[in-house]
C-alpha cells in the first residue's frame, strides 16, 4: 500500500486572497503587525496584548478561509467573523485613542496611527460582511457573494 492513497490534499483557496474580502485581511494583518512593533518599540504592554490577540484572530479566520474551513466546518455560525471585525474595529479604535492620548512616546503614537488604520479596515470588513449576510438565502449563495 502506497504512502500516496492514504494522503488527503488540503484544498486552499488562491482566489480568496485575490478578492476585496482577502486583500482586506491581509491588509488588517500587517497593520497589526505593524502596530504590535511599534508598541514592542515603545515598551507598552497593555497596547502589545490587544494587537498580538487581534493578529492571531485574524490569522486564524484568514486560514479558516483560505483553507475552506468555512465550508466544511458547519457546527460554526459563520456571521462570528462580522461581531469579530466590529467588536475588534471598536476595541482598537478605543485603544489607538488612548495611545496617541496618553503616551508621548513615538513608537506609541505611530503604533496608535496604525491602529486606527487597523480600526477602520475592520470597519470596513464589518460592512462588507454585514452586507453580505442574508437570512433567506442558501448557505452557498451567501459564500459565493462572501468571496467576491
Known amino acids: 500500500m502506497s ?7 488540503v484544498d486552499v483557496d488562491a482566489a480568496f486572497l485575490k478578492s476585496r474580502r482577502g486583500i ?3 491588509a488588517e494583518m500587517g497593520t497589526l503587525l505593524v502596530a504590535f512593533v511599534c508598541f514592542a518599540v515603545a515598551s507598552t504592554p ?6 498580538s490577540l487581534e493578529f492571531l484572530i485574524t490569522l486564524l479566520l484568514l486560514l479558516l478561509y483560505l483553507l475552506k ?14 461581531f469579530n471585525s466590529v467588536f475588534a ?6 485603544l489607538s485613542l488612548m495611545a496617541l492620548t496618553s503616551n508621548p512616546v513615538t513608537g506609541a503614537m505611530v503604533g496608535g496611527v496604525v ?8 470597519f470596513v470588513d464589518s460592512y462588507t460582511l454585514f452586507k453580505n ?5 442558501s448557505r452557498n449563495e451567501t459564500q459565493n457573494q462572501s468571496n467576491e
Open 3 to 9: 504512502g500516496s492513497d492514504n494522503q488527503k490534499t
Open 24 to 26: 482586506v485581511k491581509v
Open 46 to 51: 497593555k497596547y502589545l496584548t490587544a494587537t
Open 69 to 82: 474551513l468555512n465550508k466544511r466546518i458547519t457546527f460554526l455560525f459563520w456571521p462570528i467573523d462580522v
Open 89 to 94: 474595529a471598536i476595541y482598537l479604535l478605543v
Open 115 to 122: 491602529s486606527l488604520i487597523s480600526a477602520g479596515l475592520l
Open 133 to 137: 449576510i442574508t437570512f433567506n438565502k
